[in-house]
């Protein structure tokens, strides 16, 4: 299919601004299609107006076709302008296809559109792709390793808990979130052969890290655990190898996490 270098964000933006305007032209029936192609484009192919500044060369291509309302000829010479809407007030600000317009632009890409009054519109977007073999290397980012396993997760702050426990089980983890270090501890004391991994803070109110996990140690040798640390903190790198924890900084990074988490458990594996 091939890569381009592209923000993913401003790319997710332009595809939500061009569906949303699709789903608008159509009320409610219709057919709304994504399509996404490679295209070569040659000196020859780049006659459309609105494409006759693009380079000669390899292009993702991505269109939104809708069956909806259409536009006449003055309103699609308008409607990359800032601030152009034909939707009442407070319905359209008349920003999205200018947005568009600018996120394409800083790509090094154009748009094109098509449109039939009463039969539906046509956006696409061509942004420059990179080809394997042109030397350049692309990084295309390896998606962070994924894994079942059962985590018992302690953090006293409830808004980290909780957006930890979200990243864990988008990676596909079961977790059991506590914000309380004792009745984590009780929970684990109950049903130690339940979990596979224990991942905490290290500072906490009733019972710091260390403590924790001596307790943990006491009720189950072999569980492992990764302790969470800030920079002030006095747990060095020495005192985990001490320990048998691994230790992971913060602020650290969902992909950091995930890959520390297949790192503890492999050296679990028989
Ligand atoms: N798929 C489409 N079908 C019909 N008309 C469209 C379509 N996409 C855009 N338009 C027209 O272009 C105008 C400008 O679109 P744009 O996305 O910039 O602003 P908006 O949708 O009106 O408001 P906003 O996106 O800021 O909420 C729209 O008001 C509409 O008239
Ligand atoms: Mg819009």
Redesign the pocket.
Known sequence: MGVALADPTQIHQVLM?LC???A??MDDKGILEVELSHVDLSKSDLTDQSIVDLKPGPYLKLCVS?T????DKA?LER??DPY????EVG????????VVHGIIKRHDGAATVR?EPGKG?T?CIYIPAVEANTGVVVETGQAPPTGTERILLIDDEQMVLESETAILERLGYTVTPETNSLRAIEIFRFRPNEFDLIITDYTMPKLTGTDLFQEIRQIRPDIPVILCTGFSEKITAAVAVDLGVELVMKPFSMKQLAELIRKVLRAQEP
């Open positions: 601004n949303t305007n699709a608008h032209a809708d909806g309302s259409g536009m309103t409607i990359f152009f809407t034909t939707k319905k359209g600000s008349g920003l999205g296809l200018a449109s519109s956006f």
